[in-house]
């Protein structure tokens, strides 16, 4: 049990790291213990395909909104928040 426990995450962990895995690179350990932990947990599966629709819908909100007020954050304030999902 305690080699599982090791291997796997638990839901929360998942979902949290399906999440971060859209904007940042995981681990290779934290990328491979959300694939087998998802490929066992139909809840998180569904979860990660809900979460990429939803990215997608945002995406194709703002660059419509983005190219009408041409609004877009700076370099500074993308590198801040890379760095802060980076510490997470």
């Known amino acids: 049990m305690k080699f599982l426990n090791i291997l796997l995450h638990n839901c929360e962990e998942?979902?949290?790291?399906?999440?971060?895995?859209?904007e940042t690179s995981l681990t290779f350990s934290?990328?491979?213990?959300?694939?087998f932990h998802i490929a066992f947990c139909k809840?998180?599966?569904?979860?990660?395909?809900?979460?990429?629709?939803?990215d997608k819908a945002l995406q194709h909100h703002f660059r419509?909104?983005?190219?009408?007020?041409?609004?877009?954050a700076s370099q500074e304030l993308k590198d801040r928040i890379?760095?802060?999902?980076k510490n997470i």
Not at 30 to 35: A, E, F, G, N, V
Not at 82 to 85: A, G, H, Q, Y
């Open 14 to 22: 998942t979902s949290f790291n399906i999440i971060k895995s859209e």
């Open 43 to 54: 809840c998180c599966r569904n979860f990660g395909k809900q979460t990429k629709v939803i």
């Open 64 to 72: 419509s909104d983005i190219s009408e007020h041409s609004v877009k």
């Open 82 to 85: 890379k760095e802060n999902l």
């Open 30 to 35: 934290k990328w491979l213990k959300m694939k």
